[in-house]
Structure formats: C-alpha cells, structure tokens
RNA sequence: GCAGGAGUAACUCAGUUGGUAGAGUGUCAGCUUCCCAAGCUGAAGGUCGCGGGUUCGAGUCCCGUCUCCUGCUCCA
C-alpha cells in the first residue's frame, strides 16, 4: 500500500470515529478484537444500503421472495453443508520458526519418514544462530551451521516437515474450529466434563481420543452460530416453494449476521468475525446454470456501480480452478479496488445442486422440484449472488470519500465531502436557519415538521455560522441544505444547496418537501 | 499465528538527561454575524491503552498484556 493510500485509509477510519459512522466495539474498556460497533451515521448507512438491495432483490422482482431465519440452527445442517468437518482443519505450530500451518498439507508437501536426515533453511543466518543456539537448548540436538541452513536433524515418526524451514520440532496437531461454538439451555455442558473428570471417565485418555470423549459430553447441547445465511435457504427450499406456489427459477433472499472465528483479521471493518451478508439462492433447472451465472453475475457488478461514483474501481473476476469452494463449478468476484488493492465484495457461484442434495440425504427429506409443464422431477442447480452488507459499507466510505481544494475566507483550504449517492446518505437534508434570530429558526422547525411526516431523515441544524453547517454536512454527506433566510421571511422562498457543486438556487419553501422527494427518487 | 510500527483530550499531534500534562482543530455557552470551517469572550474535556516493576518521584526506564496499522500466513 503506498503512503496516499494508507493515508486515505486513516482518514476515513478517523473521520468514522470523529463523525459516529463506526466505533472501535468496547471501546473503553480498550477495544474487542476485530469487532466494530456503527454508530449513529454508521447505521442510517448499513440501513440504507440493505434496504436497497432489498428493495432491488425481493420487491422488484417477481421471482425473488424473503426470507428471515434464525442464526442458530441445527448440528446437523453443518455436518450436511460440510462446515464442521471443513471449518476444522488440524493445524501444527513450528517450534523453530513459529510457523503455523496445516498438517494435511504439509503431508503432502513436506512428507518424511522416521530417521531421514533434515536440513533446516531459515532464510538468513542469523536467525540460523539464533535458532541452532534454541534447538541445542531446548531440544539437546547440535546441528552443524552451514551459512543460513542448519544440517543434521533427524525426522521423528510424524510423518511431516515445517514446510517453511523443514524442521521436526513441532507442536501437537491442534484443533482451530472455525465455527463459533456455543450451548443451549441453561445448564452449562462444562459441569458434565467436570463431573467426568471427577469420576474418573477421561483417565488414561490423551490427544484425539480425550477431545472426543469431551465432544461427546458436550454434544447434547452443542450449537453453531451460521457462518454464512445460505444454508436456511436450503433447509427451507421446500417450505418456501409450496407455500408461495414458487415456479423453478426462483430465489429466495436473505439478509444478517454471520459469525467465522477467522485466524487473522485486517483492513478495519474489511474482515471481521461477526459481519452481516446479502445472500440470495437463485434455484434454476440444470442445464440453464451457465446463463443465469452470467445473467447475476453481470446484474450484480452493475447494482454495485449504479450507487457508486467511480465504477471504474469494481470489476468481475473469475475464480481459477484451485481457488474454487469444493462445491462450486464455478465463481465469479465483484471485486473493489480498495486503498490497499483489490479486494473481495460479493461472491457469485454456481453451487450446482450440491447443497439440496446434501440436504436431501442427511435429513431424509426430499429437496426436489416437479416441473407441471415438462411433467419431470429434478433437483435444482443453485446460482448464489452472496455479498457483504458490511464490506459494502466500507466501498461506498471510499467511493464517497473527496478532498478539494476551495476558496475559503482565509485562503485556499480542504473541502471533505463523502459523496455519498443520496440514497445511501444517511441524512437526507439539513434544514437550517441562516441566523439564529428574527423568527428564522421558527419558519425553519415548521418546515423540519413537514419531512417527519414524510418519513424522511431531515436534521435541524443552527449551531455556528453558516460556512461551517454547510462544510459539517459536506462531511457526513448530507445532499442538500436548505436555508431559511431574510427574503424567507419576505417571499417565503428558501435556498436549496447542492453539496456536491455547492451551488444554490431558490425555492417556494411549501415546495420544499416535494422538490426534496422528487430528488430522492432518482436512481 | 509470525515480523515490524504505533497507542497522550473527540480528532491530529508536541512533551528535553525521569521532576506540577500542552498546542491546534473540534465541542459547549454568550456576544457578533444575511451564505461557504469569519471574529470576540468564557467553559468543559486527560484512568498518558491496561497491569505490574525499578525509583523519593514514571507519559518518559524495565517486564507482561490488550488494541490498531503495515507486510506475510490463513480465509471450508
């Protein structure tokens, strides 16, 4: 990331601070991890943009209905969809260069058999001192240094190599589950390992053997917070499909929390634990898949772009053969070019009818569609359009994020304007008087009165002079100000300023509302 | 998880060899002000990330820890 990028970074992140669009979660008690709370702009944004793919996916569309379902949900969906087993791969710590890494991979790539003779690279020499000095003392073997490689170790029974400097000396393999674990019910399933403990039950038991008596314990009431919302799309395909009388191709949409205990986090709210999705199943007969990929695909980059000010920084791109999801024929990323580069936003894959038919045979259910016109029985192919709600967030603060250069009263300075797109803005307008007297801020509350009734997020706004309302709102967004002013009082016209062009016209103050909603209107 | 950097007021940052915690911006109140961060007066606001240690005395030195940033690694 060069440094204007990294700057850029740290000025929308102080900005979202300074201005309540996203607060560090926990905050006084020194911040939570990789957890974000959004603040009083921040979720007028996050609203405003579900809504409207909302809005775009189910409302206007007559194949595409909703759905809302719980976070948590049965064990078993996730050993069907493949999550427990995926989300829990044996990972393996280095004991020489701290490496993590994964033991089934490393089997493959770093294979050994008991007694073949190692040789250790750690990149430079100096940490090959350092750590010939930490095996001769930790692990009492002398390896003879040659420049950065260190030879002589021997391999052990593992079966496997650090595959970053070869080493033998490894951590036990360890279980990183990346599904967030939790219980129902209000005994704690702790108190029943306890009472095994003390009775005796885990003696003698170690490693895979001890984790799986203490599953076992614990299994009762085991239950997994949704790392994606797709798989109640699947589990209700056939309550959903009878009970709206849907016709093969349809969609069923839903928007929420997903929760994946992740290794690493990065990039502000970019990736975190808990974030919120956009996902939509879009059912179709097999054979059609193809076209419905490229139809949602090319309608999804464009809904990204039509709220956006520079489209050129959003771009479709396919996944190659080894990146692609076990389940998937194929995938396509609309992709934003981020200050530190590009980056995933929405996923588009073809997850064929793999899921159903996971579904299928794990519950005995049958997730299957008959086609009255063509009188025949399939299981539907599944085209998954699958956004982040919040990542969508973070890509409109940085399409929307301008500095300029104006004219100010001391001299040229800095304009900040988030060029938010005005349905995105979290305020719509701000109705301020321009001083705070002569009966101004009265005309400019009974105006405030007309928005509220009208359901649109007008603020009032009076504090400090004019210049510096106008600049606060330019900042957070706001489209357009009105003013009220002396002629206000004379003709009851008002100035409407536009925050993008700053410039300003007058209108008929009982015009106002609808001149506002007729601007709100446009796509 | 690894490596490097950082954490002092809401924001951006000063803070000397260890000796009473500072500025600018912002916020609030009042005055002024008829259009783009104007001016004047006053005020509020700080567990110096947190916890230990050394010291007569720690924002400053030492140890631990948390959080953020950057690069790797990871991302069924």
Redesign the pocket.
């Given at each position: 990331?060069s440094t204007n990028d990294?700057d850029l970074?740290?000025k929308i992140?102080?900005l979202c601070?300074?201005r309540g669009f996203v607060f560090?979660s926990s905050d006084?008690y020194?911040?939570?991890?990789?957890a974000y709370d959004y603040g009083p702009l921040g979720a007028e944004l996050k609203r405003n943009l579900m809504s409207l793919w909302w809005r775009d996916m189910v409302h206007r569309r007559e194949d595409v209905v909703g759905l809302d379902a719980s976070i948590i949900m049965h064990p078993k969906v996730w050993h069907a969809s493949?999550?427990l087993a995926?989300?829990s791969d044996p990972l393996v710590?280095c004991l020489v260069c701290?490496e993590?890494?994964?033991a089934d991979k490393a089997m493959e790539t770093h294979a050994t058999a008991e007694g073949d003779v190692l040789t250790l690279n750690l990149g430079d020499k100096g940490r090959a001192k350092t750590a010939e000095a930490l095996i001769a003392e930790r692990f009492g073997v002398q390896l003879e240094r040659r420049g950065k490689d260190l030879v002589g170790a021997a391999a052990n029974d593992r079966g496997y190599a650090c595959p970053n400097c070869n080493s033998p000396w490894l951590s036990e393999e360890r279980q990183f589950n990346?599904m967030f674990k939790s219980s129902v019910g209000a005994v704690d399933p702790m108190g029943a390992v306890a009472a095994a403990i003390e009775g005796g039950e885990l003696d003698g038991l170690t490693g895979r053997d001890l984790r799986a008596k203490i599953d076992a314990l614990t299994a009762e009431s085991a239950v997994y917070l949704r790392?994606?919302t797709a798989q109640a799309m699947f589990v209700q395909f056939a309550n959903i499909q009878q009970s709206m009388a849907m016709k093969v191709p349809f969609g069923i949409a839903q928007m929420g929390k997903s929760f994946?205990n992740?290794?690493?986090?990065?990039?502000?709210i970019f990736?975190s634990v808990e974030f919120e999705q956009m996902e939509m199943e879009f059912f179709c007969e097999p054979g059609t898949d193809d076209e419905w990929m490229d139809f949602w695909s090319n309608a999804r980059i464009e809904w990204w772009q039509r709220y956006a000010n520079d489209p050129e920084r959003f771009r479709l791109r396919a996944h190659t053969p080894d990146e692609l999801?076990?389940?998937a024929k194929g995938c396509f990323d609309v992709e934003y070019l981020y200050p530190?580069g590009w980056g995933e936003l929405e996923g588009i894959a073809n997850r064929t009818d793999y899921d159903l038919q996971k579904h299928a045979k794990h519950s005995g259910a049958k997730l299957e569609y008959f086609d009255p016109q063509q009188q025949k029985k399939y299981t539907p192919y599944v085209i998954e359009p699958a956004a982040g709600a919040t990542r969508g967030v973070l890509v409109y603060l940085c399409d929307a994020y301008h500095e300029e250069t104006?004219e100010?009263?001391?001299g040229p300075?800095t304009?900040?304007v988030l060029k938010f797109h005005p349905k995105l803005a979290p305020i719509k307008v701000a109705v301020m008087p321009?001083?705070?007297?002569?009966g101004m801020p009265e005309k400019a509350r009974a105006l405030m009165e007309r928005f509220f009734e009208k359901g649109i997020n007008a603020k009032y706004d009076e504090?400090?002079?004019?210049?510096?309302r106008?600049?606060?709102h330019d900042?957070i967004g706001t489209p357009w100000c009105l003013?009220i002013?002396?002629?206000t009082?004379e003709d009851d016209t008002i100035?409407i300023?536009d925050r993008d062009t700053?410039?300003?016209r007058r209108i008929g103050i009982d015009d106002a509302v609808a001149e506002i909603e007729a601007l709100l209107r446009k796509d």
């Open positions: 990331m990294q970074m740290q992140v102080s601070k300074r560090q006084i020194g911040g939570l991890r990789s493949g999550h995926g989300f710590d701290k993590r890494f994964r990346l790392p994606e994946r992740e290794i690493t986090v990065e990039h502000f990736r999801a076990h389940y530190w104006v100010g009263a001391k300075e304009r900040v321009l001083v705070k007297k002569n504090q400090h002079a004019i210049g510096r106008y600049r606060r900042e003013t002013d002396g002629q009082l100035t300023r700053m410039a300003q």
